[in-house]
């Protein structure tokens, strides 16, 4: 599976959820699907995502409600609004709380491609919020990575958990976390997969790039 784009799927219906995850996982996006708005706000600080693909019809934490947390929490990641209503006004208060697109329910697979297409090339066009830590820069908009000066080339899970300690850093990241941002939901995680990753960054920016701290975490120092 090619990793390079993360979606977060936000949809409570069953069947309409596993034919989404389904279809964007043929499509080779890596999905997180979520069955209600609950665990959003923990999800989207946890794990860097492309795109979020949010249905507003969710039990728990309305979906719209949901939308305004993350762009408080200040998230800019692009916003797909799933919603079986079509009235003018949910859409101006979608858009002005933060959405970038909207689809009503039904759609058609195609268009609901063709609109991830487009947001995510519009994510790809705004400016970059380059992020650096421990002499490691990071720019999180093409995925670049350089360490004192030269620029290196990650696999994508490596540069996964990777981001995860810059957008962190100066903060022990716990061993779950770091498993969330290597692995889609319902993949198979090994016993010392974290261990593994750690270990390969390390021999990539020196031995002392990664601080451990048994019982807690890991630690990329500011």
């Known amino acids: ?14 069947q309409l959820g596993e034919s989404l995850e389904a279809a964007l996982r043929l499509e080779q ?49 692009p ?15 979608g858009l002005d709380s933060g959405a970038d697109d909207f689809l009503t329910k039904p759609f058609e697979m195609d268009e609901l491609f063709a609109r991830i ?4 090339r519009r994510s790809g066009e705004r400016p970059s919020q380059q992020m650096e830590a421990g002499g490691i820069a990071i720019n999180p908009v093409d995925r670049v ?12 899970r490596e540069y996964a958990s990777l981001e ?12 779950a976390r770091l498993e969330e941002g290597i692995y889609s939901w319902g993949e198979e995680v090994g016993s010392n997969t974290v261990e593994v990753y ?9 031995s002392t790039s990664i601080e451990t ?3 807690v975490g890991y630690r990329i120092p500011q």
């Open 1 to 14: 599976m090619d990793l390079s784009v993360r979606i977060l799927l936000v949809e409570d219906d069953l």
């Open 29 to 77: 996006y890596a999905v997180d699907w979520l069955r209600s708005g609950d665990p959003v706000r923990a999800t989207l600080g946890a794990t860097p995502y492309d795109l979020m693909i949010l249905d507003l019809g969710l039990p728990g934490v309305p979906g719209m409600q949901v939308l305004r947390q993350a762009r408080a929490d200040k998230h800019d990641v």
């Open 79 to 93: 916003v797909l609004l799933l919603t079986a209503r079509n009235t003018l006004e949910d859409k101006v208060d």
């Open 117 to 120: 297409r487009t947001l995510l």
């Open 145 to 156: 990575v350089s360490y004192q000066g030269a620029v290196l080339d990650l696999t994508a």
């Open 164 to 175: 995860i300690l810059v957008r962190n850093a100066g903060r022990f990241v716990s061993r």
């Open 198 to 206: 750690v270990s390969r960054l390390r021999k990539r920016f020196g």
């Open 213 to 215: 701290m048994r019982g």
